[in-house]
């Protein structure tokens, strides 16, 4: 029998007790991180199979990888992956449900890289905010200790409550020594101006400010998104 389609659906079965602690509800983006490079690891082989079966085209296999990704944090790891040849799919995949990753080079010689996602709408968005997991390394690519002070010019953030087993508000301004925050807006209106969030950076050891960055947010209709240059040195 010809079939017009081949599906493949798996359910991403992890258990909350490995993860969450004792109580909670659900998983938070951090928890979800820890499984990132296995997840990765998975994506990448099932690409290799459906690109060489053609259910695929390497052109648009990045493209897929940053979906499934973005879909895996935005339902909490209960994820669906459907692989089919039917062309175009990909252009039905939202914007709120892909990650994007920016990267920037300080003054210092660092590079500053931030996860995140590519679109922030609040009435339909099934996470909390806009998610921001930032990291630091030197020019040689060694990971560096740090912590990071954010400040918003609109909109506040949210962190991980493990006891209520959800994000709560904390203000317009936070610190991360490298989980991630979320930031929250209520939906722009027409002529809003795009938010700004501010990221000082300190050295754990020496307490040195070394050089910062800069978050440039978009507005774009009932949403907020983030170009591809949307990160910036100070």
């Known amino acids: 029998m010809k079939r017009a389609l081949i599906a493949l659906l798996l359910m991403l079965a992890v258990p909350l007790c490995a993860l969450a602690g004792e109580g909670d509800p659900m998983l938070s983006v951090d928890d979800l991180l820890s499984l990132e490079d296995s997840y990765e690891a998975f994506l990448s082989e099932l690409e290799a199979l459906i690109v060489e079966r053609g259910l695929l085209s390497e052109e648009e296999s990045a493209a897929w990888h940053d ?5 895996f944090f935005q339902n909490g790891g209960y994820g669906s992956i459907l692989v089919n040849y039917m062309p175009g799919v990909l252009a039905y995949v939202r914007e709120e449900e892909t990650v994007l990753t920016l990267r920037t080079t300080l003054e210092g010689g660092q590079v ?4 995140t996602m590519r679109r922030y709408t609040p009435k339909d968005s099934s996470l909390s905010g806009l998610m921001l997991t930032l990291s630091l390394t030197d020019e040689g690519g060694t990971p560096l200790d740090v912590t990071y002070t ?11 409550d493990a006891l ?15 989980e991630t925050i979320v930031w929250s807006g209520q939906t722009p209106v027409p002529d809003a101006k795009g938010p700004v969030i501010t990221i ?17 947010l978009s507005v774009d209709g009932e949403g907020y998104v983030l170009a591809e240059d949307a990160l910036s040195a100070e």
Do not use: R
């Open 200 to 216: 000082g950076i300190v050295d754990v050891e020496t307490q040195e400010s070394l050089p910062g960055a800069v978050l440039t």
């Open 67 to 71: 979906a499934q990704l973005g879909d």
């Open 112 to 115: 500053l890289e931030l996860l």
């Open 164 to 178: 209520t087993g959800s994000y709560v508000s904390v203000g317009a301004s936070t610190a991360s020594g490298g």
């Open 150 to 160: 954010l400040g918003s010019s609109s909109g506040v953030f949210l962190k991980w």
